[in-house]
């Protein structure tokens, strides 16, 4: 059974630091995705990793993944509040999309 | 270009009733897929649809079930609802295979009393 990691669970930042949510998984994939959530909303796509060393980027976060380690990334850099929200990785394993998810990281960026 | 459209959006439903959930992806797309979301257990797998057959199935009862049309419109139904099935009901659609983005829904909210 596919098994999805996220760790923390729960970040607390102050505006402008720099963090990093890491998304462990148990089973070999080249197929990683990353969303974001707010409250009471749907998931938003951020960005779709699918081979080992993936890195992408847009504005304020990156993510990576290492197929190997079965790892990926996501650094937040200078947070600022509008990226409060839930973060998940998800993983599939078929060919189609069963996502297996995380349990998320929800982020509270503070003054 | 219009997104997913999950319908309803609410529901409220009492117990042993059934349910019926529908989701429009977004024209082109293929593969459907549906998740249930609740605080406990987080997002879950149901099941995925591509071109009208069923191509992935998570481990959920019998009592969900779903199917997908010519158009690849897709519903999915619970019967015998329970108190546990209350959830946030999401689908999300794509163009094929995993190497494209999967985009999501707002949603079905299903409350069962």
């Known amino acids: 059974e596919l098994k999805v990691e996220q760790n923390p669970l729960f970040l607390s930042m102050q505006e402008g630091k720099n963090y990093t949510i890491y998304c462990n998984y148990s089973?070999?994939?080249?197929?990683l995705y990353w969303y974001r959530q707010d409250p009471g909303k749907s998931l938003e796509s951020l960005f779709v990793?699918?081979?080992?060393?993936a890195v992408k980027q847009e504005g304020r976060l990156m993510a990576s993944l290492d197929t190997k380690a079965r790892l990926s990334t996501l650094h937040i850099t200078a947070a600022v509040h509008d990226l409060s929200a839930t973060y998940f990785c998800?993983?599939?394993?078929?060919?189609?999309?069963?996502?297996?998810f995380g349990k998320g990281t929800s982020l509270l960026v503070t003054p | 270009k219009a997104g997913v459209t999950q319908t309803p959006r609410y529901l409220i439903k009492t117990r042993g009733q059934q349910v019926t959930l529908s989701c429009s992806p977004i024209?082109?797309?293929?593969?459907v897929s549906w998740y249930q979301q609740t605080p406990g257990q987080g997002l879950q797998f149901l099941f995925e649809?591509?071109?009208?057959?069923?191509?992935n199935k998570g481990n959920f009862p019998g009592r969900f079930s779903g199917r997908q049309f010519s158009n690849s419109r897709s519903e999915m139904n619970v019967s015998t609802l329970e108190l546990g099935d209350s959830a946030l009901y999401l689908c999300?659609?794509?163009?094929?295979?995993?190497?494209?983005?999967?985009?999501f829904g707002q949603g079905t909210r299903l409350t069962v009393v």
């Open positions: 999300a659609s794509s163009f094929e295979t995993g190497s494209t983005e999967a985009f």
């Open positions: 089973t070999t994939s080249d197929r």
């Open positions: 990793l699918l081979s080992n060393g």
């Open positions: 998800a993983v599939d394993l078929n060919s189609g999309y069963a996502l297996n």
């Open positions: 024209s082109g797309h293929r593969s």
């Open positions: 649809y591509f071109s009208e057959t069923q191509r």
